[in-house]
């Protein structure tokens, strides 16, 4: 289930969810921002259940939160969520 704050809930085919201009350079993935193809708005995503684990990184600009997300993505076949 997706949800704008104005337009209601939505089919999956209406939200833009990844934002290209706010891709890295070098980096595979363009961040995840969810929004709403009709009115632009942020969009609030139901929760899904994944069978595997999560790994979060977190840290200060510049150490190397990025660089570890590619390795990890090119070496083991992780899948990366910017935010």
Request: include cysteine; charge should be positive; charged fraction near 20%.
């Given at each position: 289930?997706?949800?704008?704050?104005?337009?209601?809930?939505?089919?999956?085919?209406?939200?833009?969810?990844?934002?290209?201009?706010?891709?890295?350079?070098?980096?595979?993935?363009?961040?995840?921002?969810?929004?709403?193809?009709?009115?632009?708005?942020?969009?609030?995503?139901?929760?899904?259940?994944?069978?595997?684990?999560v790994l979060i990184l977190?840290?200060?600009?510049?150490?190397?939160?990025?660089?570890?997300?590619?390795?990890?993505?090119?070496?083991?076949?992780?899948?990366?969520?910017?935010?």
């Open positions: 289930m997706v949800l704008c704050p104005h337009c209601g809930e939505l089919p999956p085919r209406e939200v833009v969810w990844y934002n290209e201009a706010y891709r890295k350079p070098g980096f595979p993935l363009a961040p995840v921002c969810p929004v709403c193809k009709v009115c632009g708005a942020e969009v609030a995503a139901g929760q899904k259940q994944y069978n595997g684990r977190n840290g200060t600009c510049g150490s190397g939160k990025t660089s570890v997300a590619v390795e990890l993505m090119q070496k083991h076949g992780f899948h990366a969520l910017c935010r």
